[in-house]
């Protein structure tokens, strides 16, 4: 009686690790032929590089030096939230600048969000500014600068204006835009792909074990 019971528990899971396979593959072959992003060619660097792009983060890091000797770095990852659009891009940015004069030991930092405007059109807002100290981490009880929103309306149009002028653009931010979105469906077809491979191992060594 146990050897039976132990033989009914196993096929269970053969049939159950089997319902995974067929739901993982249609999934994987969803998404192989939907290539949501793969069509779309929108935006570009412009003076900027690429510095990080690995397949194992979630950001992308972009750097522009200009003949002056000041320093524009870029990060950006895609928000957690989704939201309804009409446009392609399901999901925001979250997007730092931070600009390093020369000379000067502090970086000036904006925290902004980029969200998709309609088919091919993207803006950009800062969310806040304040200056980091390159040699140190600040703490939390360090007093980073008031809120932005609470600024006079003239002061932050002249700072959006200020990275404008900095090359955060809408084809930068169009870029960021499909670039992420790439990278995020990527990632998760290649985590299907493993997972699928999992799964099918598991289960033909149930299979063997049953047999």
């Known amino acids: ?30 998404e192989l032929s939907s290539n949501s992003f793969q069509d779309e060619n929108n935006g570009s660097l412009g003076d900027f590089v690429l510095d990080w792009n690995s397949s ?30 009409e446009g392609i891009f399901p999901r925001k940015l979250l997007m730092k600048v931070c600009v390093k004069r020369p000379g000067l030991s502090s970086i000036l930092q904006f925290d902004c969000g980029v969200s998709e405007k309609g088919v091919c059109r993207s803006d950009f807002k800062i969310r806040s500014a304040y200056f980091l100290q390159s040699t140190t981490v600040p703490g939390s009880s360090i007093y980073r600068g008031p809120l932005f929103s609470s600024l006079e309306p003239q002061l932050q149009d002249a700072l959006k204006e200020y990275l404008v002028a900095r090359g955060i653009r809408e084809d930068l931010t169009n870029f960021l835009l499909l670039t ?17 491979s999992f799964v099918s191992k598991d289960e033909r060594l149930y299979s063997a074990a049953a047999g």
């Open 56 to 85: 194992r983060s979630q950001d992308v890091v972009l750097r522009r030096k200009s003949e002056s000797g000041e320093e524009v770095a870029v990060s950006a990852l895609l928000s957690q939230k989704t939201y309804d659009t």
């Open 1 to 30: 009686m146990p050897r039976a019971t132990q033989i009914l528990r196993k096929s269970r899971k053969v049939v159950e690790d089997l319902n995974l396979l067929k739901v993982l593959q249609s999934e994987i072959s969803h």
């Open 180 to 196: 992420l979105h790439k990278k995020e469906q990527g990632q998760y077809l290649d985590w299907l792909q493993k997972l699928e």
